[in-house]
């Protein structure tokens, strides 16, 4: 049990459909971050929120839309994704300000047809 | 930008064999380092961290790691693996100063066979 939960775990969607990941962590961190990992590359760091604002977009497409309601949520709203947007999505928590110990969740499986 | 680079994508071991896995970063900077491993099915977790101080650093399960900052590097080794470390395994570098975010590699399988 990492204290960072995220569902779902997996989800298959159509590139016209609209769905949501969202992550929960109980840790008591006021950090949580997005990231997407592919196969053979590098975690993509996508979203950073401090205390609910986000303070970092790395040029992430629209497609991916974060929302942060407080500490201790953080969703990933999907839509007219493509195909090359399958990958593990993991969430993650840290304390603020970030000391490089991140809290990870097992991730969402998302598969786009 | 700074990057971390792990040139072994798959590394394949007999229990007992001893591992080192490197890891290079590219920043001039001073830096924080970190290993994080993820086992099969698991979420991905700390596996030690080097702030400063000893550069030889240990982290759980017999791992250790050594920093040699000439070489901008930061190996990971196990003197004797056993299966259970069959796991991915990443490197990551965190600029000290304002932005403070982790940078990963794009990590290395390790495979230990029984």
């Known amino acids: 049990e990492t204290g960072v939960t995220q569902t779902p775990r997996h989800l298959v969607m159509g590139m016209t459909n609209k769905k949501s990941l969202k992550c929960e962590q109980h840790l008591g961190h006021n950090a949580m971050y997005w990231y997407k990992q592919s196969a053979k590359k590098p975690l993509e760091l996508m979203f950073v929120y401090n205390f609910k604002e986000q303070t970092e977009n790395n040029s992430v497409p629209s497609r991916f839309s974060p929302e942060c309601p407080n500490s201790s949520h953080l969703f990933l709203h999907l839509h007219t994704l493509q195909p090359e947007d399958s990958a593990l999505y993991l969430c993650?928590?840290?304390?603020?300000?970030?000391?490089?110990?991140?809290?990870f969740g097992e991730g969402s499986r998302l598969t786009v047809l | 930008a700074q990057s971390v680079s792990q040139h072994n994508h798959h590394v394949i071991l007999s229990e007992a064999a001893s591992l080192e896995l490197g890891c290079n970063y590219s920043y001039g900077g001073t830096v924080n380092l970190f290993w994080y491993v993820q086992y099969p099915g698991q979420h991905l977790q700390l596996l030690l961290k080097?702030?400063?101080?000893?550069?030889l650093v240990k982290g759980i399960k017999g791992f250790e790691a050594e920093f040699i900052k000439s070489k901008f590097s930061f190996n990971l080794r196990k003197p004797s693996v056993q299966w259970s470390d069959t796991a991915e395994y990443f490197c990551a570098v965190m600029l000290s100063g304002s932005a403070r975010q982790l940078t990963f590699g794009s990590g290395t399988q390790l495979t230990v066979l029984p």
């Open positions: 993650a928590s840290s304390q603020d300000p970030p000391n490089g110990e991140l809290f």
């Open positions: 080097y702030f400063s101080g000893d550069p």
